[in-house]
């Protein structure tokens, strides 16, 4: 069966000299990212205020914090099909309206069941950020800053969350109602999801901004180039996904990272306030955010160190992998929060920033997914990868909530877990992770060449 013949490139006239557009991308990027995280943590920041209004228990709050993550478990494959063949520029601007118009809707809930739909409601749409930026990062950026260039957006993620808590806890202070923390940050997506229509292009190939020399740039040390509008998978491409030795390395790594990142997303807040006696509405929220802060100093130094590995002529396995595992066994460190007696709030503080610090060099695993794929099979990789690091999400909150529920809300336990799920994730990229190169294409030995369907 011969393969279907591909379109033509449109003929684009393109600006003289050297340009820089991809910067402008990487900021979306890193403006996606970070509305994801500032929408996921408005609950987490007015998560008492809430439980007390609707009468609800530790068990049932840790269900709906962890609603969104269940939500992008179930869709996120399919967003990652649809990005293939729709493009990051449409599916992505239906993203950001989409969840931003969801948390303006949760600021009107009252109820469980409300508060329920609309956090779902909020992972169906946040769904395709993370694979759309990453294969974002994949088409517009040379393989030896590409890791700088993941590390840079990812950090919108913990921005995200120390913006969230001093920000919004000033919100809540001001208007004395936690809805309206809900009803700014929602307002804040719609302009961006807005803009990210007018100025973002799914590939430099379709945008006139890029000049042939960026273009060049961008192609230059690829093993293969990633591919725009590829024949559709088939159940072989599938299993491969699911199946590949490399991938289900990263795929066990996600466990450690998700348990990590997604405790600090949601229950994190809680334990400041009712273990710490934090009170986000004074200066106190800001001491709050040193953890997430010292995540972003853990992503920037894992991207600038993997990057500058590769220059010195280590391979992409090495430094790629090499931060990744670093960074999941630094979090480790979580465990130890339980030998410190209550009161030493600064000590438990500065060990949970470590803790944040290299559980931000490892969240730049999605870097991982995207060099391993396929080329034609960028999109469905992403999308599967991400698949599994909110499946995993999903379960941390609900997981903590019981422990809480069932250890008179003892956070020792809590953290124990979350140390023993960063472990098991090293174990997975040092056992199952090799190499980390695109994987040999069966069905396309010879290649299948990029194409677009218009400017």
Known sequence: MSSPQPKLVPDITRPP??????????????LAV???????????????????????????????????????????????????RYGARLIGTISLLGFSLMTILTGMAGSFITLFVTRLGLGVFEAPTFPLNSALARTWFPQAGRAKAVST?????????????????MILNIFGNWRSVFFFAGGLGVLI?????????????????????????????????????????????WLSVLLERRLVGIYL???GTSTVVFF???????????????????GSAILAALP????????????WLSDKLIKSGKSPGQ?????????????????????????????????????????????TAWLLAAEIAKPRLLGLTTGVYGFWVNLFGAITPIVVGILLTNTDRNFGVVFGYVGAAALLGVLGYVVLVDRVEPSRDKRFPDGVPATVDAA
Do not use: H
């Open 153 to 169: 957006y990812m950090t919108g993620s913990f921005f995200g969350l120390a913006f969230a808590v001093p920000i919004l806890g």
């Open 193 to 237: 999801a807005l803009a990210w229509y007018l100025v973002l292009r799914s590939t430099p190939l379709e945008s006139m901004r890029v000049s042939q020399q960026e273009l060049d740039l961008i192609t230059s040390g690829d093993e293969a180039a990633p591919v725009v509008k590829p024949p559709r998978p088939n159940g072989a491409d």
């Open 319 to 363: 430094a790629r992998k090499v931060t990744v595992t670093v960074g999941l066994l630094g979090s480790t460190v979580i465990a130890l929060v339980p030998l410190l007696d209550s009161n030493q709030t600064s000590a438990i503080l500065a060990l949970l920033c470590v803790c944040f610090f290299f559980a931000g060099m490892a969240n």
């Open 292 to 303: 997430y802060i010292c995540g972003m100093g853990g992503m920037l130094t894992s991207g």
């Open 253 to 255: 790594g996600a466990f």
């Open 264 to 282: 600090f997303i949601t229950w994190f807040p809680s334990y400041l306030t009712s273990e710490l006696g934090f009170d986000f509405k004074t």
């Open 17 to 30: 000299g050297p340009t820089r557009y991809r910067y402008v991308i990487l900021i979306f990027m890193w």
């Open 34 to 84: 970070f509305l994801n995280y500032l929408d996921r943590a408005t609950l987490s920041v007015v998560l008492e205020d809430v439980k007390a209004e609707i009468g609800a228990s530790d068990a049932q709050m840790g269900v709906i914090l962890s609603a969104f993550a269940w939500s992008i478990t179930a869709v996120i494959v399919v967003f990652g099909y649809l990005m293939q």
